[in-house]
């Protein structure tokens, strides 16, 4: 009898819901684990979205800011010059008109001091030679004479003066010129230009 006793109350043990209810928390726990786990990971992609991160479509998307650089003195002169290059070949291949727009441009964006300047005002000249304006070329060639010109670029200058003369019918003030371009530069290649003749 003792040993039924015994035998009854094991049997009554192991059919107690005490595991059972043991195992729904459990997974009651489990649950509430990756419950947190989807909350964090949404957190993380907020994060991310306010870091510049756009997901579309499982897709990511990085805005990134624009970069500026700015030119440095030295590059900017470079690119100038290129510029007129650029303008000289039109003016010298015929294409008068984009080249002495160019000239213009250049010779309102550079400084009044700087040697490419005065370079857009003598083709500027040269533009106005080529419609026949032979005294407003005169005049911007005479508001550069006495400025600090490259040698090539004043014996150019004094040829020119005094071929617009040559062609106003000044030969006596155009002589002058040439007789200052042979005296400042006696090895000038522009000698053999220097007459009105040249011109006939």
Not at 2 to 7: A, F, H, Q, R, V
Not at 10 to 30: D, E, F, K, Q, W
Not at 76 to 91: N, P
Not at 99 to 107: D, K, P, Y
Request: glycine share 4%; proline share 2%; with cysteine.
């Amino acid at each position: 009898m003792k040993y039924l006793s015994i035998i009854l109350l094991l049997a009554v043990i192991a059919c107690s819901p005490v595991r059972n209810r043991y195992m729904t928390r459990s997974h009651s726990g489990n649950s509430y684990d990756t419950s947190n786990v989807g909350n964090y990971n949404r957190n993380q992609q907020n994060e991310s979205a306010s870091a510049g991160f756009i997901n579309e479509n499982d897709t990511v998307f990085i805005k990134l800011p624009p970069i500026y650089i700015n030119e440095s003195s030295e590059n900017k002169e470079r690119s100038l010059s290129v510029e007129l290059d650029s303008a000289i070949y039109l003016f010298n291949n015929g294409k008068y008109e984009d080249a002495c727009e160019r000239f213009g441009i250049l010779q309102e964006t550079l400084k009044e001091k700087d040697s490419l300047y005065h370079e857009a005002v003598f083709y500027s000249a040269e533009c106005l030679i080529v419609h026949n304006e032979y005294k407003l070329a005169n005049r911007l060639l005479n508001d550069i004479m006495n400025n600090e010109l490259s040698a090539n670029l004043k014996q150019r200058v004094l040829l020119r003066q005094g071929h617009i003369l040559c062609a106003l019918g000044d030969e006596s003030t155009a002589q002058w010129y040439f007789d200052k371009l042979k005296s400042d530069f006696p090895n000038s290649i522009y000698l053999k230009l220097a007459d009105c003749n040249t011109l006939k």
